[in-house]
Nanobody, 125 residues
Framework: QVQLVESGGGLVQAGGSLRLSCAAS????????MGWFRQAPGKEREFVAG????????YYADSVKGRFTISRDNAKNTVYLQMNTLKPEDTAVYYC??????????????????WGQGTQVTVSS
């Protein structure tokens, strides 16, 4: 019903910036909350940032506050993650997600309705 396609991943030096994009499509896509998650090797998938359907409310993991910014353009059905001052510990596969509830995005990973394919972000020292 809803498909998510990510882009923008790659290799960047520590202190640099990168912007991820996630394009959503499908007739079932209406007022969806969107979010970003990441999973590093040997670790569990974790919440990074979330945004309500209107864009009025945003949420961030403590580890990325002040460095990452989530935004969305509903006319383009696209959500973005601007990542600044990147650190080696930010290295992970980043996943885009969509759900009818912002609560699921921010607190219930297992309940998220739709996922993107994931894109690799590697930050070198």
């Amino acid at each position: 019903q809803v498909q998510l396609v990510e882009s923008g991943g790659g290799l960047v030096q520590a202190g640099g910036s990168l912007r991820l994009s996630c394009a959503a499509s499908g007739r079932g896509l209406v007022r969806y909350a969107m979010g970003w998650f990441r999973q590093a090797p040997g670790k569990e998938r974790e919440f990074v940032a979330g945004i309500s359907w209107s864009g009025s409310n945003t949420y961030y993991a403590d580890s990325v506050k002040g460095r990452f910014t989530i935004s969305r353009d509903n006319a383009k059905n696209t959500v973005y993650l601007q990542m600044n001052t990147l650190k080696p510990e930010d290295t992970a596969v980043y996943y885009c997600a969509a759900d009818v509830s912002i609560v699921d995005v921010t607190t219930s990973l297992a309940a998220v309705d739709y996922w993107g394919q994931g894109t690799q972000v590697t930050v070198s020292s």
